[in-house]
């Protein structure tokens, strides 16, 4: 009998594990949405990146977030007053996407940004779809005088421990 319950815990040991490899290798795709404001020189021409994160530490790194560019060709992304859209498919994180970092490499005439907001939906393993409202500058010459910027809404560790007893 201990031999048979043994046997059967290991299948089921084996199981999750598959479970497991499989869904970290899920695709998802993130569809972003970055509007800027309508504040004097509110556009920029300089390279912006983004980092997705998630509360254990996921992330997913865009070095050139207008590469990902899904507006008509020729469209001109971070300009006055855009609401431009971007999509990246790639390994999904662990859980929603809850933190980001937003960066400028200062580069090109008037490289601040004024940024309204940004909206990450995630389709593909954790669903998700959030907001960050920053209205506020991505720039070395306006407030808060800083070009790489985070807005995390991940909750601290107690938080998250909290969920998962609830949940098991």
């Known amino acids: ?23 970290s290798q899920e695709t998802c795709v993130y569809t972003i949405f970055a509007k800027t404001g309508t504040a004097g020189s509110a556009g920029t021409d300089a390279t912006i990146s983004l980092k997705l994160n998630d509360a254990y530490g996921s992330e997913v790194t865009i070095p050139n977030l207008e590469r990902y560019g899904e507006m008509d060709p020729g469209h001109d992304y971070f300009e ?31 490289p601040g940004w004024y940024v309204d907001y940004v909206q990450v939906i995630t389709s593909g393993g954790a669903v998700g779809d959030i907001t960050f ?3 506020g500058w991505l720039a070395d010459d ?15 560790p107690t938080q998250l421990q909290q969920i998962t007893d609830a949940i098991i």
């Open 80 to 110: 006055n007053g855009n609401l431009d859209k971007f999509s990246i498919t790639t390994s999904c994180m662990k859980s929603s996407v809850c933190s980001i970092t937003l960066s400028s490499d200062n580069s090109g005439s008037k």
């Open 142 to 156: 306006e407030p808060p005088y800083k070009l790489t910027r985070t807005f995390d809404k991940c909750g601290s």
């Open 1 to 23: 009998m201990a031999i048979s319950n043994l046997s059967t815990y290991l299948l089921l040991l084996l199981f999750l594990a598959i479970v497991a490899s499989v869904s």
């Open 133 to 135: 409202e920053i209205y």
